[in-house]
């Protein structure tokens, strides 16, 4: 149970959680018997976490000052929101460790993460006095498999020669930006429903 004062007084505060289970396949008396096999352990796990990388006052109203018929005076600069909030993943995997012959180990794992109220600076009508304002708003989904070999080539009490082999293939999709098909997050920087994070818009020229 977390608290952090970067967020609104509504909701500074989150739950978190997580929960995981192994089961070592190699210790049942149906696989004991297997000499060439030396670990066969099933994984999974499922957890919350929350983040608030974002800068400091981004939940409250801030004035600016601002000059006037020659006079100094003072201007809202940002609107307040004290319902900013956490953003949420919540996340699963499921993993399977092996090893064999007392030389070849590796693990296989398939993840998926989902990010719920993304914190983000949204477009609001310019009427409001505002161009946008910051805000839970959005969903994204990150997920993907990884595989991880290692073997002993040579294993002697003189030499030890190990080899290691990993790949991945990962995928990320913007699922929502909260009523938007696209938020400009920085020059050329765009979200965009359907797309990965981080879409790149650059003029082509001839």
């Known amino acids: 149970y977390d608290g952090s004062s970067l967020f609104g007084n509504n909701t500074k505060w989150g739950l978190f959680c997580s929960a995981s289970a192994p089961w070592n396949l190699h210790n049942e008396n ?25 800068g400091r006052y981004l939940a409250y109203g801030l004035y600016a000052t601002n000059g006037y018929n020659g006079m100094t005076g ?17 996340s699963w995997n499921v993993g399977v460790d092996f090893a064999f012959i ?22 609001v009508p310019q009427t409001s006095g505002f161009s946008s304002n910051f805000m839970n708003t959005g969903k994204m989904a990150n997920r993907g498999v990884e595989l991880q070999i290692d073997g002993d080539i040579i294993a002697t009490n003189d030499m030890l020669w190990n080899v290691g082999f990993n790949i991945a293939h990962n995928q990320t999709e913007i699922l929502d930006l909260g009523g938007e ?8 920087v765009h979200y965009k429903v359907g797309s990965s ?10």
């Open 30 to 54: 149906w696989l004991k018997d297997v000499k060439w096999l030396n670990t066969l352990k099933l994984r999974a796990s499922y957890g919350i976490n929350g983040n608030n990388n974002i």
């Open 74 to 90: 003072m201007l809202p600069s940002r609107v307040a929101n004290p319902d900013l909030s956490w953003e949420k993943n919540k």
């Open 102 to 123: 007392d030389r070849i180990n590796g693990s296989i794992e398939v993840y998926n993460r989902r990010t719920d109220d993304m914190l983000l600076a949204k477009q």
């Open 181 to 188: 098909d696209v938020i400009e997050a920085a020059s050329y």
């Open 197 to 206: 994070m981080y879409s790149y818009y650059l003029t082509d020229y001839y």
